[in-house]
Protein backbone atom coordinates (compact mmCIF):
# COMPACT_ATOMS: atom_id res chain seq x y z
CA UNK A 1 0.00 0.00 0.00
CA UNK A 2 1.19 3.30 -0.96
CA UNK A 3 1.67 5.89 2.24
CA UNK A 4 0.20 9.46 2.10
CA UNK A 5 1.28 12.58 3.71
CA UNK A 6 -0.68 12.60 6.65
CA UNK A 7 -1.34 15.92 8.93
CA UNK A 8 -0.85 15.30 12.88
CA UNK A 9 -2.35 18.58 13.52
CA UNK A 10 -2.10 21.30 15.17
CA UNK A 11 0.04 22.28 18.54
CA UNK A 12 1.17 24.87 20.35
CA UNK A 13 3.95 24.48 23.33
CA UNK A 14 5.43 27.56 25.19
CA UNK A 15 3.33 29.79 23.15
CA UNK A 16 4.67 28.52 20.08
CA UNK A 17 2.22 27.40 17.31
CA UNK A 18 3.36 24.54 14.85
CA UNK A 19 1.51 21.91 12.69
CA UNK A 20 3.15 18.37 12.05
CA UNK A 21 3.18 16.36 9.12
CA UNK A 22 3.95 12.99 8.06
CA UNK A 23 6.01 12.54 4.73
CA UNK A 24 5.35 9.53 2.39
CA UNK A 25 8.96 9.91 1.17
CA UNK A 26 12.12 8.51 2.98
CA UNK A 27 13.63 11.20 5.54
CA UNK A 28 16.77 10.79 7.28
CA UNK A 29 15.92 14.30 9.51
CA UNK A 30 12.74 17.22 10.24
CA UNK A 31 12.27 19.98 7.79
CA UNK A 32 10.91 23.08 8.51
CA UNK A 33 8.74 25.12 6.12
CA UNK A 34 6.18 28.10 6.66
CA UNK A 35 3.06 27.28 5.10
CA UNK A 36 0.34 29.63 3.29
CA UNK A 37 -1.18 30.90 6.23
CA UNK A 38 2.09 31.50 7.58
CA UNK A 39 2.19 28.65 10.29
CA UNK A 40 4.94 26.68 10.52
CA UNK A 41 5.34 23.22 9.80
CA UNK A 42 7.59 20.45 10.66
CA UNK A 43 7.66 17.69 8.65
CA UNK A 44 8.69 13.84 10.47
CA UNK A 45 10.02 10.70 8.28
CA UNK A 46 6.89 8.48 8.57
CA UNK A 47 7.92 6.16 10.97
CA UNK A 48 8.33 8.58 13.53
CA UNK A 49 5.08 8.26 16.18
CA UNK A 50 3.07 11.35 16.89
CA UNK A 51 4.48 11.19 20.98
CA UNK A 52 7.98 10.90 19.48
CA UNK A 53 7.13 13.83 16.75
CA UNK A 54 6.23 16.18 20.11
CA UNK A 55 8.96 15.40 22.30
CA UNK A 56 11.00 16.00 19.46
CA UNK A 57 10.02 19.65 19.44
CA UNK A 58 10.07 19.93 22.92
CA UNK A 59 13.60 18.86 23.19
CA UNK A 60 15.08 21.36 20.35
CA UNK A 61 12.10 24.17 20.84
CA UNK A 62 14.67 26.66 21.58
CA UNK A 63 16.58 25.48 18.08
CA UNK A 64 13.41 25.11 15.95
CA UNK A 65 12.43 28.73 16.78
CA UNK A 66 15.98 30.12 16.05
CA UNK A 67 15.60 28.70 12.52
CA UNK A 68 12.27 29.86 12.27
CA UNK A 69 13.17 33.31 13.55
CA UNK A 70 16.24 33.33 10.87
CA UNK A 71 14.11 32.08 8.15
CA UNK A 72 11.77 35.30 9.07
CA UNK A 73 14.43 37.55 8.65
CA UNK A 74 15.52 36.46 5.46
CA UNK A 75 12.35 37.54 3.77
CA UNK A 76 12.36 41.26 4.37
CA UNK A 77 15.70 41.10 2.27
CA UNK A 78 13.72 39.00 -0.91
CA UNK A 79 13.46 40.33 -4.44
CA UNK A 80 11.19 43.46 -4.85
CA UNK A 81 8.76 41.33 -7.29
CA UNK A 82 7.72 39.09 -3.76
CA UNK A 83 4.90 40.93 -1.22
CA UNK A 84 5.13 39.69 2.21
CA UNK A 85 1.81 37.87 3.84
CA UNK A 86 1.70 36.67 7.01
CA UNK A 87 5.93 36.75 7.39
CA UNK A 88 6.01 35.17 3.79
CA UNK A 89 7.67 36.44 0.73
CA UNK A 90 5.15 35.76 -1.56
CA UNK A 91 6.10 35.69 -5.59
CA UNK A 92 3.80 37.78 -8.08
CA UNK A 93 3.08 36.09 -11.13
CA UNK A 94 2.27 38.06 -13.91
CA UNK A 95 -0.73 35.83 -15.67
CA UNK A 96 -3.04 37.53 -18.60
CA UNK A 97 -5.65 35.09 -18.55
CA UNK A 98 -6.85 36.01 -14.91
CA UNK A 99 -10.70 37.72 -14.63
CA UNK A 100 -9.54 39.89 -11.99
CA UNK A 101 -6.40 42.60 -11.62
CA UNK A 102 -4.74 40.77 -8.96
CA UNK A 103 -5.56 37.69 -6.62
CA UNK A 104 -3.49 34.91 -3.89
CA UNK A 105 -3.45 31.33 -5.44
CA UNK A 106 -2.86 29.32 -2.41
CA UNK A 107 0.94 30.17 -2.49
CA UNK A 108 1.68 33.11 -4.65
CA UNK A 109 -0.03 36.44 -6.14
CA UNK A 110 -1.22 36.73 -9.82
CA UNK A 111 -1.19 40.07 -11.00
CA UNK A 112 -3.23 40.43 -14.75
CA UNK A 113 0.15 42.00 -16.75
CA UNK A 114 -2.83 44.90 -17.79
CA UNK A 115 -2.84 46.53 -14.20
CA UNK A 116 0.85 46.31 -13.80
CA UNK A 117 1.04 49.76 -13.28
CA UNK A 118 -1.11 50.20 -10.29
CA UNK A 119 0.57 47.18 -8.84
CA UNK A 120 1.37 48.45 -5.35
CA UNK A 121 -2.53 49.92 -5.04
CA UNK A 122 -3.70 46.53 -5.94
CA UNK A 123 -1.27 45.00 -3.56
CA UNK A 124 -2.45 47.19 -0.64
CA UNK A 125 -6.03 47.42 -1.11
CA UNK A 126 -5.61 43.13 -0.68
CA UNK A 127 -3.59 43.68 2.30
CA UNK A 128 -5.99 45.88 3.89
CA UNK A 129 -9.01 43.35 3.13
CA UNK A 130 -6.79 40.65 4.84
CA UNK A 131 -5.68 42.55 7.45
CA UNK A 132 -9.68 43.27 8.24
CA UNK A 133 -10.50 40.03 7.95
CA UNK A 134 -7.48 38.24 10.09
CA UNK A 135 -7.00 41.05 13.02
CA UNK A 136 -10.64 41.00 14.46
CA UNK A 137 -10.99 37.54 14.30
CA UNK A 138 -7.22 36.63 16.12
CA UNK A 139 -7.68 39.14 18.68
CA UNK A 140 -11.28 38.16 19.61
CA UNK A 141 -9.35 33.99 19.99
CA UNK A 142 -6.34 35.93 22.09
CA UNK A 143 -8.76 38.10 24.45
CA UNK A 144 -10.84 34.73 25.01
CA UNK A 145 -7.43 32.79 25.70
CA UNK A 146 -6.53 35.50 28.23
CA UNK A 147 -9.76 36.06 29.67
CA UNK A 148 -9.85 39.68 28.93
CA UNK A 149 -12.94 42.01 27.87
CA UNK A 150 -12.34 44.93 25.09
CA UNK A 151 -14.60 47.41 23.38
CA UNK A 152 -14.02 47.05 20.14
CA UNK A 153 -10.97 46.91 17.86
CA UNK A 154 -10.43 48.65 14.36
CA UNK A 155 -7.91 48.32 11.65
CA UNK A 156 -6.13 51.42 10.84
CA UNK A 157 -3.86 53.25 8.50
CA UNK A 158 -1.25 54.28 10.95
CA UNK A 159 2.14 55.52 10.14
CA UNK A 160 4.49 54.77 13.30
CA UNK A 161 2.61 52.36 15.87
CA UNK A 162 1.80 49.18 15.42
CA UNK A 163 -1.34 49.05 18.13
CA UNK A 164 -2.99 51.26 20.57
CA UNK A 165 -4.93 50.37 23.96
CA UNK A 166 -7.27 53.47 24.44
CA UNK A 167 -8.91 53.84 28.02
CA UNK A 168 -12.02 53.02 27.21
CA UNK A 169 -11.12 49.69 25.63
CA UNK A 170 -10.73 50.62 22.26
CA UNK A 171 -7.80 48.17 20.35
CA UNK A 172 -6.31 50.04 17.33
CA UNK A 173 -4.33 47.87 14.74
CA UNK A 174 -1.93 48.98 12.27
CA UNK A 175 -2.83 46.75 9.33
CA UNK A 176 0.75 46.39 8.12
CA UNK A 177 0.70 43.94 10.79
CA UNK A 178 -0.11 41.09 8.02
CA UNK A 179 2.95 41.42 6.53
CA UNK A 180 4.50 39.98 9.61
CA UNK A 181 4.60 36.30 10.69
CA UNK A 182 1.74 35.32 12.72
CA UNK A 183 3.71 34.79 16.56
CA UNK A 184 4.94 38.58 15.81
CA UNK A 185 1.36 39.46 14.95
CA UNK A 186 0.19 37.48 18.31
CA UNK A 187 2.76 39.04 20.21
CA UNK A 188 1.37 42.73 19.37
CA UNK A 189 -1.71 41.48 20.06
CA UNK A 190 -1.18 40.37 23.29
CA UNK A 191 0.73 43.23 24.03
CA UNK A 192 -2.51 45.37 23.43
CA UNK A 193 -4.67 43.62 25.59
CA UNK A 194 -2.65 43.40 28.19
CA UNK A 195 -2.61 47.01 28.66
CA UNK A 196 -6.63 45.97 29.80
CA UNK A 197 -5.25 44.68 32.93
CA UNK A 198 -1.78 46.70 33.04
CA UNK A 199 -2.18 50.29 31.34
CA UNK A 200 1.66 50.89 31.44
CA UNK A 201 4.42 49.74 30.82
CA UNK A 202 5.39 48.35 34.70
CA UNK A 203 7.26 45.41 35.32
CA UNK A 204 3.89 43.28 36.05
CA UNK A 205 2.85 44.47 32.51
CA UNK A 206 5.81 43.12 31.01
CA UNK A 207 5.77 39.73 33.31
CA UNK A 208 1.65 39.12 32.50
CA UNK A 209 2.87 39.44 28.67
CA UNK A 210 5.40 37.20 29.13
CA UNK A 211 2.68 34.42 30.69
CA UNK A 212 1.36 34.42 27.26
CA UNK A 213 4.09 35.12 25.24
CA UNK A 214 7.09 33.57 26.19
CA UNK A 215 9.18 34.95 23.42
CA UNK A 216 7.78 38.29 23.59
CA UNK A 217 11.61 39.81 23.31
CA UNK A 218 12.33 37.69 20.07
CA UNK A 219 9.11 39.01 18.60
CA UNK A 220 9.85 42.61 19.66
CA UNK A 221 13.11 42.04 18.16
CA UNK A 222 11.85 41.24 15.04
CA UNK A 223 9.80 44.53 14.61
CA UNK A 224 12.41 46.80 15.50
CA UNK A 225 14.96 44.68 12.78
CA UNK A 226 11.57 44.68 9.97
CA UNK A 227 9.28 47.47 11.16
CA UNK A 228 10.70 49.62 8.86
CA UNK A 229 10.59 47.62 5.90
CA UNK A 230 6.88 47.27 6.22
CA UNK A 231 6.19 50.88 6.55
CA UNK A 232 8.48 51.45 3.25
CA UNK A 233 7.40 48.25 1.34
CA UNK A 234 6.96 48.60 -2.51
CA UNK A 235 6.70 46.23 -5.46
CA UNK A 236 8.48 46.78 -8.37
CA UNK A 237 8.13 44.66 -11.14
CA UNK A 238 11.16 44.43 -13.61
CA UNK A 239 10.13 46.83 -16.71
CA UNK A 240 7.40 47.95 -15.26
CA UNK A 241 7.16 51.90 -14.26
CA UNK A 242 6.24 52.66 -10.35
CA UNK A 243 2.75 52.89 -9.54
Not at 57 to 67: A, C, E, G, H, Q
Not at 70 to 84: H, M, P
Not at 192 to 221: G, M
Amino acid sequence: MKKQDSKVGVYTIDGFEFRIEKSKRYLKKVSLRIDGDGRVVLTFPWRISEKEALQFVRDNLRKIKSSVQRFSEQFVSNGSDTLLYLGVPRKIVLDSSVLVPFKFDADHFILNPRYADNVNTLAQRWLIKKAEEYLPKRLKELAQKLGVRYKKVQVKDVKSRWGSCSSKGTISLNWRLIMAPSEVIDYVLIHELAHIVHPNHSRYFWEYVATFCPDYKLHKSWLRKNGQHLFNWSVKLAGVKDS
